[in-house]
């Protein structure tokens, strides 16, 4: 059974910091893509991040600067690091997973909220 469990999210005030988790399991972690989407309400869900099975890394261009994505193997997580954080980064975000033939899985969200 593929589970992906996020936490980190919370509330934080503009120009404040979180950092993500995402806990793999039921799957190959080395042999997937890993990334990062959010929500907002009313909103499409978005890319924010991507690590691709290699390490290289892709970032949506509001997440440039900010944000950094990374994977522990050792530990079959994901994480992203969320410095200077502003009220348009509030949404739910969601970790993703695509396996070597394509096959996506998906968190069940993490709300981030930031405001004063």
């Known amino acids: 059974q593929v589970q992906l469990v996020e936490s980190g999210g919370g509330l934080v005030q503009p120009g404040g910091s979180l950092r993500l988790s995402c806990a793999a399991s039921?799957?190959?972690?080395?042999?997937?893509?890993m990334a990062w989407y959010r929500q907002a309400p009313g909103k499409e869900r978005d890319l924010v991040a991507r690590?691709?099975?290699?390490?290289?890394?892709d970032y949506a261009d509001s997440a440039k600067g900010r944000f950094t994505i990374s994977r522990d193997s050792a530990k079959n997580t994901v994480y992203l690091q969320m410095n200077s954080l502003k009220p348009e980064d509030t949404a739910v975000y969601f970790c993703?997973?695509?396996?070597?033939?394509?096959?996506?899985?998906w968190g069940q969200g993490t709300q981030v909220t930031v405001s004063s």
């Open positions: 993703n997973a695509v396996l070597v033939f394509g096959t996506a899985f």
């Open positions: 039921g799957i190959t972690f080395t042999s997937s893509a």
């Open positions: 690590i691709a099975r290699g390490g290289g890394t």
